[in-house]
């Protein structure tokens, strides 16, 4: 085996694995960061303004290449660090975060930095481990992409010996082994048993009413031809949750929209009104089955998942298939009798009835030509103008009610990811995106809440040249609180109440160019397409799309 450094062993697996960029808050494995340049090694060294915002780039990095994000931070910044996992483990995003630790030889003795927190990354990882001596650097690296790409992804963590993770400068004998099958997700393609499946195309073809739900691991597995594939040949409509939402194209004839608390009203309505759910790579958690009433618990229901824990943990089920998304739907596609699709004629049509009902309730708000600008009319025009293969980046809160329920994605080429909890994820999700799919178009759609949270970061997409368009839905507030705060105070709150809620009206054009960024800002309806090409056109560096919105337009609740 041949001798070498913790760091250059580092460097060459990085390299090895196909890693593209890191995400880091210094000081944290600085020589292996020095190793990748002194070695010519093509990594993009990210430096951030903030252990989260690393995180979230990483976050957004994997979902828009499919393979694990890297992200980094010493060991007083590791609680950010962890933190900013969160978004990351509610979303199954394979991502591998590195911090510095403790020693051994000092613990509990009060030495620089010392704190012992390692357990804050128990719950929002697949994996967390010490990395002690050099000489575990080969199999706890191969075990970190191993367990953030197989089976259901997730983040995990390395946490390596000294603050500055110094255990790196030590030398060994290291075999550099790398496993490229972990590269990227999905690793493995486990196929379902023939009788899982015969039972699940039996109980499909039987129901009158059935509706499917596309979930996260239809994307993961890359199995949005596949979902749509069953649903034509059996006729049966399809809703999807927000982790699925580019795996059904808005226009499909079959398709429902979202279901769940950021949805498409139709979408709920025909799925309660269903007589068989067929969960398709999702938890059936609280968000796409809004609060397990979206169907009622009792609905008769199939899963299919590649995790076993996940089958029957809150629907009772009549069927269920463990494997991958993508080898499963074309085991069911090639089991199912098309004949059998006649019988389902007059539900269509019913779906069918009740998706244009609302489309056409709808329509003078997607066009709407009110000043201050409603944020539907921002999503119809994303719609109408967005390119074929753009990345839609949508943050939490209204954001994703608004693009959730009221954006179509009609090319299956077009992408859509969104934060799984944390408001301002978007903005440096959005930036890890467009580095993790550089020729790819993307568009992140925030608030002006969500875009605060991390405006340093701009000035890391202007060093960067990140070439993300930042579409910022401004209405000077966090208006989604309204209804709380109406609440709270029994009733209409008063005046006061805003301070509660309210924002300065700020001007994000000013401060984006003073930052170095183009900017445009729209305070009329009809400027937004001319802005949103014009944004399209500039290929140098970030974008700010200033829109000035109504503050009184709040998304509807499910």
């Not at 509706?211 to 040949?233: P, W």
């Not at 796409?288 to 009433?293: D, G």
């Not at 309730?361 to 390119?387: G, K, M, V």
């Not at 800002?521 to 397409?529: A, H, I, N, S």
């Amino acid at each position: 085996m041949p001798k070498m450094t913790g760091a250059q062993y580092l460097a060459e697996s990085l390299k090895g694995y196909g890693v593209s960029h890191i995400f880091f808050v210094p000081t944290i494995l600085s020589t292996m960061l020095a190793q990748i340049d002194q070695r010519n090694i093509d990594i993009a060294r990210v430096l951030t303004h903030g252990e989260k915002a690393a995180a979230y780039m990483a976050d957004g990095y994997a979902r828009a290449s499919g393979r694990p994000g890297i992200c980094m931070s010493q060991i007083v910044g590791g609680v950010n660090l962890a933190a900013g996992l969160r978004d990351a483990w509610l979303a199954c995003t394979p991502l591998i975060a590195f911090s510095g630790g403790s020693e051994p030889e000092t613990r509990y003795r009060n030495a620089y930095q010392e704190v012992e927190d390692i357990s804050a990354f128990d719950p929002v990882t697949k994996f967390n481990a010490y990395v002690d001596s050099v000489e575990r650097f080969p199999d706890l690296l191969r075990q970190a992409f191993r367990a953030a790409t197989s089976g259901t992804p997730g983040p995990v963590h390395l946490r390596f010996k000294g603050n500055l993770g110094q255990v790196e400068q030590r030398e060994a004998d290291l075999d550099l082994i790398v496993e490229e099958q972990f590269s990227s997700v999905p690793p493995y393609r486990p196929e379902p048993e023939s009788e899982p499946i015969a039972r699940a195309v039996k109980v499909l073809q039987a129901a009158k009413k059935p509706v499917i739900i596309s979930g996260g691991g239809v994307r993961t597995s890359g199995a949005g031809a596949e979902i749509v594939a069953l649903a034509e040949k059996l006729q049966i409509p399809i809703a999807n949750s927000m982790n699925g939402k580019d795996t059904v194209p808005g226009n499909h004839p079959l398709a429902l929209g979202a279901a769940g608390s950021y949805p498409r009203p139709c979408a709920n309505q025909l799925v309660r009104e269903a007589d068989l759910v067929f969960f398709v790579g999702t938890q059936t958690g609280g968000m796409v089955t809004h609060f397990w009433s979206v169907p009622p618990i009792g609905t008769p229901a199939i899963q299919l998942d590649i995790d076993p824990e996940e089958l029957g943990r809150n629907y009772p089920l009549q069927a269920s298939i463990l494997g991958d998304a993508k080898v499963s739907l074309r085991k069911l596609i090639d089991a199912a009798d098309a004949s059998t699709a006649s019988s389902r004629k007059e539900w269509v049509e019913h779906c069918q009835n009740v998706v244009a009902g609302w489309r056409a309730e709808l329509a003078p708000l997607l066009n709407s030509d009110d000043t201050p600008i409603r944020p539907e009319r921002i999503c119809q025009t994303f719609t109408d103008f967005l390119p074929s293969d753009a990345i839609v980046v949508a943050d939490t809160g209204h954001s994703g009610m608004w693009t959730g329920g009221y954006l179509d994605l009609n090319s299956p080429d077009q992408s859509y990811m969104r934060a799984a909890g944390h408001l301002g994820w978007g903005f440096p999700a959005s930036l890890g995106a467009k580095c993790g799919a550089p020729d790819r178009p993307v568009v992140l759609f925030t608030g002006d809440a969500g875009f605060w949270y991390h405006l340093s970061e701009l000035e890391t997409a202007v060093r960067w040249k990140i070439n993300t368009i930042l579409m910022v839905n401004n209405n000077s507030s966090q208006n989604q609180e309204t209804a709380i705060f109406d609440k709270a105070y029994g009733g209409k709150q008063p005046e006061s109440g805003h301070e509660l809620w309210h924002f300065g009206k700020t001007n994000f054009k000013n401060i984006a160019e003073s930052m170095g960024a183009s900017a445009i800002r729209v305070e009329k309806p009809g400027e937004l397409q001319g802005a949103l090409e014009q944004a399209l056109a500039i290929k140098d560096g970030p974008v700010v799309l200033d829109v000035v919105t109504d503050i009184e337009a709040l998304a509807p609740r499910p």
